[in-house]
């Protein structure tokens, strides 16, 4: 390849490379709410309910909550996910931290 053809090519390639790496700066799709909240009612209110008795999402409102931020919400519904055994992917968790964090906690992200 000669200095002529690199010059032709050098534009085209440095634009690709841009577009790539937007692609790969692009945020990650928002979590669906409506999903964690599915998710949630089927799979957690039980094991809630029986651990403060009747309603399962007093948990989260309680004086003595243990959750303290964003961080310590994704680990805890990582610790009940592995817990209850169920296989959600990591989108699916997501939906369920989402959920938890716009309806009871509102910690800043």
């Known amino acids: 390849m000669n200095a002529r053809q690199l010059f032709r090519i050098a534009p085209i390639s440095g634009l690709a490379l841009a577009l790539c790496l937007v692609g790969f700066a692009a945020p990650a799709q928002s979590a669906d709410i409506q999903r964690g909240k599915k998710l949630h009612n089927q799979n957690c209110i039980h094991c809630h309910a029986s651990i403060v008795g009747g309603n399962g999402t007093a948990i989260y409102t ?39 964090n716009q309806t009871f906690y509102h910690f800043k992200k």
Do not use: F, M
Request: some cysteine; aromatic content about 6%.
């Open 62 to 100: 309680r004086p003595n909550r243990r959750i303290d931020s964003l961080t310590a919400l994704n680990k805890q519904v990582h610790r009940c996910k592995n817990s209850l055994g169920v296989s959600w992917p990591e989108d699916q968790i997501q939906d369920v931290v989402a959920y938890l």
